[in-house]
């Protein structure tokens, strides 16, 4: 019975020994998996940098691209001249100012022949509109020069508008398209300066839509004033 | 500097929303604003007579306006400046009304936006220039290409007023397609009988010494503008002298040379020698060189021996390039039919007896190659008649558009099958039925009452496939729009090809710089108001080289050009020009040519000598699209300059 009990000792001894032996074992291949992962790691780490710096290359080179109008030129036969006024918006957290009096400047620039009239039209429905758009007339949407734009922004304003007539509608044949195209490079070039897409709005409104009129106003006063000030730094 | 500020009330409309004495105050402190003046009602009689003494009283260097929109009474503040002597450039609004009083709810918001806007006004007029209209002296002649009934009507109605008119016509003949035709819808009128008159007016009428054409001609170039243009024109030689012909055909007869009839689709023969048709206008002969025996360097001259006219057979005729000085330019050039050997399945050209609506119009023609008989290709006349209408047109696969003016040819064709072959059966194959107006439906009627007629609605071309039977006999089977399938026997099918832009539009188009739209019509400067203007200033488009159209809509569109023509080109008065145009510095001016490839009215021409671009005043219509193109500052958009723009956007932000 006691030999018995002996041996069963023994045995669970025995048994204790390979369980210990076997946990041993596992330790060590815990250790090298995790050495391996370890490995595995690094080498993500080192690839992540690589693509990292790679993505920056890439953007510093678009980046050249982009600041260089001559280029742009030739491809399509447009052009954004060098602004004659260095304009660097500041940080986000400086220029996000919220309140509840805050009344934004914006300049609307709109064509004569669409939506010019559009506004008019707003006029003889009388139907209101916030105060804050300061309407400049010119002929054609395709009179805005980016520079006007970028006048605005240097001489005060929070916000411009562009408002032109429908493609297809233009009293000049395609002006409008000019505008349009303009319009895109403008956007690459302020938020360059760190001006916010919205800051800049492209519409076209013709002679008939008083009432998109007075929305896309109401629309860009609100966005602009959520935005709060534009701040620059000379 | 002297600025005079005038304060409209607009009755009520603007002092119930904006406080415009505290607006006085505001602004009269400003520098350079010598008085603020309030006026009741500016636009009214009184208004403006006192607006108008003021002005002379006080002689402000510049005006700025504040009242309704400047689409309202601007130009009438411009005659009242001119009244009293002072440039009407000189002058600013301010729109109070639209785009303040009546939009905007709160009074001291409004009061507060008007001080700005005014600011804005102020600081841009004091940089406004007073701007002189200039004038140039204009050439009142006038050119037509195409001597269809748009063209000899646009004509008639120039020389009945005097004017020198020019028509170039690239055929021997005047008429265009129309007096081809034996009879005209919508009431079976005789072609020739309605064009003949016409044409004999533009020949021999009280006016045609006011009228000069040139026939087997054709335009080489235009150089100028509106007002100022030289057209280039070739002149094939013709070799018979049409003053002298007197039409007797002794030259037709002597002629042994035959070849295939072209205006007869090659359905007969003519001569080399011969009338391009019996009763063509001018009535007289010509060569066709190409098949002349002489222009195969043998020495033939029966036709010369044969006249009856000395002089008249001319061989050693050249190829004439004429020159013209003209104001304006019409192009009546006229469409064609789209080619229907595209649409195998309806077996043109493989299948006898399948036949357009042109070549059907001639066999009808007392002058076409049957005489009038209304004869299948083996002389016989046909029992059961098929008409194909929308061949080509309501196509995504081909033309988009409806042609217009197909459905009333088959009613018509339907009218002369069902007179001229008793009890024929005809069945009309279609997509799509239009007959707008007074009188277009009654062919229609007339089809629907006859009880050998039967229509058949298709949805594709392509359901329709024609094919030839064993007897001998043309059958259409066809699907049918509800999905219905059946075969309809034929023994001569007409196909009405959608009318397409005329073969030369693509040449002239290069030639006038006039833009084509997306079918290949010339396009109009606007589709219901200007329709016969083309985008060029002094190039009208008329009749269907501009859209498919009848003849009413041909002619009434020339005739709307003579108007455009005689208003706008008028004898002993200069052309004006409006000086608020773009203008470029020449020592500024890098010669990139960016400014020539975005104007939109071709107004920029780029020197090759001086390398620089140079505006035309008369072409610009003041966009302002080349002054912001400009990478070099070099253009000035007069009354919109970059100083003006920025002042004001500085005044409206100060």
Same mark, same amino acid.
């Given at each position: 019975m006691i030999a018995k009990k002996k041996n069963q000792d023994d045995s669970a001894s025995d048994r204790v020994d390979s369980i210990e032996t076997s946990i041993n074992n596992l330790e060590q291949k815990f250790e090298s998996i995790e050495n391996g992962y370890s490995t595995v790691l690094n080498v993500t780490k080192s690839l992540t940098d690589k693509i990292g710096a790679l993505k920056d290359v890439l953007a510093g080179k678009l980046r050249t691209e982009e600041t260089q109008p001559a280029e742009t030129v030739l491809s399509t036969k447009e052009i954004i001249r060098e602004p004659d006024v260095a304009l660097v918006a500041k940080s986000e957290a400086e220029t996000a100012v919220t309140t509840?009096?805050?009344?934004?400047?914006?300049?609307?620039?709109?064509?004569?022949?669409?939506?010019?009239?559009?506004?008019?039209?707003?006029?003889?429905?009388?139907?209101?509109?916030?105060t804050n758009v300061r309407i400049v007339k010119v002929m054609c949407s395709g009179r805005v020069d980016p520079e006007f734009i970028l006048k605005a922004f240097k001489e005060g304003a929070d916000g411009v508008m562009i408002l032109a007539c429908h493609p297809g509608d233009c009293h000049y044949k395609e002006g409008n398209y000019r505008a349009a195209q303009r319009y895109q490079m403008?956007?690459?070039?302020?938020?360059?300066?760190?001006?916010?897409?919205?800051?800049?709005?492209?519409?076209?409104?013709?002679?008939?839509?008083?009432e998109k009129f007075v929305k896309v106003i109401t629309e860009t006063v609100a966005k602009v004033k959520a935005l709060g000030p534009l701040k620059l730094l000379a | 500097m002297k600025i005079g500020v005038y304060l409209c009330e607009c009755g009520t409309n603007i002092t119930d929303k904006v406080d415009l004495d505290q607006v006085s105050q505001s602004i009269s402190p400003i520098e350079n604003v010598a008085y603020v003046t309030k006026i009741g009602l500016m636009c009214s009689f009184d208004g403006i007579n006192s607006f108008e003494a003021d002005l002379k009283a006080n002689k402000p260097d510049r005006v700025v306006i504040a009242a309704c929109s400047p689409r309202d009474h601007e130009a009438t503040f411009m005659k009242s400046m001119n009244n009293a002597g002072i440039n009407q450039y000189l002058m600013q609004m301010v729109n109070f009304r639209?785009?303040?009083?009546?939009?905007?709810?709160?009074?001291?918001?409004a009061t507060d936006k008007a001080v700005v806007m005014l600011k804005g006004a102020i600081a841009r007029v004091a940089y406004q220039e007073a701007l002189e209209k200039k004038s140039i002296s204009l050439c009142t002649d006038v050119l037509i290409i195409g001597a269809g009934p748009a063209g000899l009507k646009a004509a008639l109605t120039i020389a009945e007023a005097g004017r020198k008119v020019t028509i170039v016509e690239k055929s021997p003949m005047i008429g265009g397609l129309p007096v081809r035709y034996e009879e005209l819808f919508p009431k079976m009128e005789c072609g020739p009988?309605?064009?003949?008159?016409?044409?004999?007016?533009?020949?021999?009428g009280d006016h045609s010494e006011n009228i000069e054409i040139i026939t087997q001609a054709e335009l080489l170039g235009v150089k100028g503008f509106y007002g100022n243009f030289i057209a280039q024109i070739k002149k094939s030689p013709r070799f018979v002298d049409v003053n002298k012909c007197i039409g007797c055909a002794e030259c037709v007869a002597a002629c042994p040379v035959s070849i295939k009839n072209e205006m007869n689709s090659n359905m007969n023969e003519k001569k080399a020698m011969d009338f391009t048709f019996f009763g063509a206008l001018p009535n007289a002969t010509y060569i066709d060189y190409d098949a002349c025996l002489r222009s195969k360097g043998e020495s033939c001259d029966a036709c010369q021996k044969a006249c009856p006219i000395e002089g008249t057979v001319i061989f050693d005729d050249k190829e004439e390039i004429v020159e013209k000085n003209i104001g304006a330019v019409i192009l009546a050039t006229g469409a064609q039919l789209f080619d229907v050997s595209a649409l195998p399945n309806l077996g043109y050209g493989k299948l006898k007896d399948v036949v357009t609506s042109y070549e059907f119009e001639r066999i009808l023609s007392s002058g076409g190659p049957t005489g009038g008989q209304l004869l299948k290709s083996n002389g016989e006349a046909p029992k059961s008649i098929a008409i194909i209408h929308c061949v080509g047109s309501l196509d995504e696969d081909h033309k988009s558009y409806c042609s217009g003016?197909?459905?009333?040819?088959?009613?018509?064709?339907?009218?002369?099958?069902?007179? /001229? @072959?008793? =009890?024929?059966? +005809?069945?009309?194959?279609?997509?799509q039925f239009v007959f707008p107006g007074k009188s277009d439906y009654g062919l229609y009627n007339e089809s629907k009452n006859n009880k050998h007629a039967k229509f058949i609605n298709y949805q594709s071309i392509k359901d329709l496939n024609c094919t030839e039977s064993e007897d001998g006999m043309n059958s259409i089977a066809y699907k049918g729009s509800t999905g219905k399938t059946g075969k309809v026997d034929a023994d001569l099918i007409i196909l009405l090809p959608a009318t397409i832009p005329g073969a030369d539009s693509q040449a002239l188009s290069g030639i006038l710089e006039v833009t084509l739209d997306k079918e290949g019509f010339f396009e109009e400067l606007h589709g219901l108001v200007d329709s016969a203007q083309s /985008? @060029?200033? =002094?190039?009208? +488009?008329?009749?269907?080289?501009?859209?498919?159209?009848?003849?009413?809509?041909?002619?009434?569109?020339g005739v709307a050009a003579a108007g455009y023509i005689l208003s706008g080109l008028v004898p002993g008065r200069e052309l004006e020009i409006d000086p608020a145009v773009a203008e470029v510095i020449e020592e500024k001016c890098a010669g990139c040519r960016i400014c020539t490839l975005v104007c939109p009215y071709k107004a920029i021409q780029f020197d090759e000598e001086s390398k620089k671009s140079t505006i035309n005043a008369v072409l610009c219509q003041g966009c302002g699209t080349c002054v912001s193109a400009c990478p070099t500052n070099a253009i000035i958009g007069h009354h919109f300059t970059k100083e003006e723009v920025f002042e004001e956007i500085m005044g409206v932000l100060s």
């Open positions: 509840e009096s805050y009344e934004p400047k914006i300049v609307g620039f709109l064509c004569n022949w669409c939506s010019y009239a559009g506004a008019d039209k707003a006029g003889s429905a009388q139907n209101p509109y916030p403008l956007k690459k070039l302020l938020d360059q300066y760190g001006i916010e897409e919205d800051r800049c709005y492209f519409d076209y409104v013709s002679a008939g839509e008083g | 639209e785009q303040l009083s009546w939009v905007t709810e709160d009074k001291q918001a009988c309605m064009l003949e008159p016409i044409e004999h007016e533009i020949l021999h003016t197909c459905c009333q040819t088959g009613f018509k064709f339907g009218h002369e099958l069902q007179h /001229k @072959v008793e =009890g024929a059966s +005809i069945t009309h194959f279609y997509k /985008k @060029v200033k =002094g190039v009208y +488009i008329v009749g269907s080289c501009q859209s498919p159209t009848d003849i009413k809509g041909a002619v009434n569109q």
